[in-house]
């Protein structure tokens, strides 16, 4: 169990924003027009980075390696990609049911960014018209909308960034202004890709994998009345049954879901009450009690700064 002060010391270490909120730039040099990417700003790559291995910290995993130059090419292409094509305001939107397997249809693909779209983490967004305020629309923001992950039936893009399997991680995000209403409106598009190590395989990991985790978190992280707890367990330990979940002394419904994350299985589910701060939680699978802890919600400063308000087109799709 992680303490309030451990924890909120690695919050502002890793989880607060040090790039900044603003829009432009965070993708110099993208021509989008071209299907040329440009490059995110090591600054905001960091501050994306740095949540991802604050999130997998928390629920005792490894802290991810940066995705090879190969593999960062790729994620920022599918940035573009999906931005380009999933704005709906954009030049080349494409209306499709599955963005993550209809990517022959989008401008700017290559086989590298249909590939992390396929299993990767993918985003867009645009601003409102003349925007008079910097939008928050920054890869970490991602990060954080993602691991709250409302958009995902299965909190599929959750099970990515928490996946133990997955041990390097590559962030991919595009900003520009322009659009068929004379370029007064931003849009961006961010994709994370997921590779496994053979080292993966000798790692020392969890017998749970729990958003929130046991222990402290912060309050900044997981907002509490919109937000799925998950749970991912090895597949062997049900085999037979599927988990049970108790907490504050209520049983509540717990709900299998598909995961792309192999040799595990993965539930979510929601507390009664939303209201309290702290929660005494039992995970017992086939009656048998697998972990019985605490979860505390902290409030850390400096609090993470609040988003705006998003935009109107903000497509968070499901994995």
Known sequence: MSSKATVCSLYNDLYVEKAGLSVPLMSEEAAPDQCATGALTEAHYTDAFNRISFARQLVGLSIPDKADEQLDKATQQCALMVGRSLNRDSKAFVDVQNAHSETDKFACNTQGAKDVARSGNIYAGQSIPDLAYNWRTTPSFIVHSLLVDTASSKVGHRQNILCPQNTMIGVGHVCWKGGSDEENRFFCGGCHSFESLSSALALDLPKMIMWPPSGAIPDAVFPRSITYWSLALPQVTTLTADASVTINGN?????????????????????????PTVYNVVVSVGGVTVSQHQTEFVECAPASPTSTSGPTNNNNNNN
């Not at 299998?256 to 009664?272: A, Y």
């Open 251 to 275: 049983a509540v419904r717990v709900q299998k879901v598909d995961t792309l994350c192999d040799g595990w299985s993965m539930f979510r589910f929601r507390p009664l009450d939303s209201d």
